[in-house]
């Protein structure tokens, strides 16, 4: 019982904190009021049927005592995902425009944030997220938007940028191909590009940014799937 107990509040903290990646990705603020962790114990030290009767006693009322605020923790939870559905029916078509796919298959290769680079050894910030596979491989659009540019763009290589409006863009560079032009529209999950080795490059890649109003942002938060 102790073990399932347990076991349930990891599973709602679990939930608590994918529910906060959906409303980072459709740009929604958390409800008020949720339940991040609990006020509750952590695993018993001793068995209930090896302790004297007393210490039984006070084992089980804790025990009911969690089930309670477990309880508790569910309905908000519950409450604050029916808020989140609503939020997200309301606002379709501007949900369409976030990015919330992995753009390519392959092997994260570099991830975003502070790095040693590749070429020089140097500490640098590394602005996005590299997904190593072979050359040809399909790059796809991560959310619904116009193609803004297409072309090389210094040691990115050749580079597709999406604008999804409200601030939001999305780069994909190093291709080796690119299957869509300026002012073109796109949906998510549309083939726009092949991955390539163009740039600074160690080997076939694609280089995929996030940037909200100019600012790069990590990738990876922008992953559902």
């Known amino acids: 019982f102790t073990e399932d107990i347990n076991d349930l509040k990891a599973s709602l903290t679990e939930l608590g904190a994918f529910e906060r990646r959906i409303r980072l990705v459709a740009g929604l603020e958390p409800e008020a009021g949720q339940m991040d962790a609990f006020g509750v114990g952590g695993p018993m030290l001793e068995r209930p049927e090896t302790a004297n009767f007393g210490l039984r006693s006070g084992l089980l009322r804790e025990m009911h005592a969690q089930m309670d605020e477990i309880d508790t923790a569910a309905a908000v939870r519950a409450e604050s995902l029916d808020g989140l559905m609503a939020a997200i029916r309301s606002n379709r078509n501007l949900l369409a425009g976030k990015p919330s796919i992995r753009p390519t298959e392959g092997i994260v290769s570099s991830t975003f944030g502070d790095r040693q680079c590749p070429f020089t050894g140097l500490p640098e910030f590394h602005g996005g997220l590299d997904i190593a596979n072979h050359k040809g491989t399909p790059v796809i659009a991560t959310a619904d938007g116009v193609i803004s540019f297409v072309g090389p763009k210094g040691p990115l290589g050749n580079m597709i940028a999406i604008n999804h409006g409200h601030g939001v863009v999305t780069r994909y560079a190093h291709i080796e191909t690119a299957l869509k032009k300026p002012g073109d ?41």
Request: positive net charge.
């Open 185 to 225: 529209r796109v949906s998510r999950g549309d083939v726009i590009a092949q991955m390539g080795n163009t740039g600074r490059s160690t080997g076939p890649h694609l280089h995929y940014e996030v940037r909200v109003n100019g600012v790069a942002v990590n990738p990876k938060d922008y992953i559902m799937n």
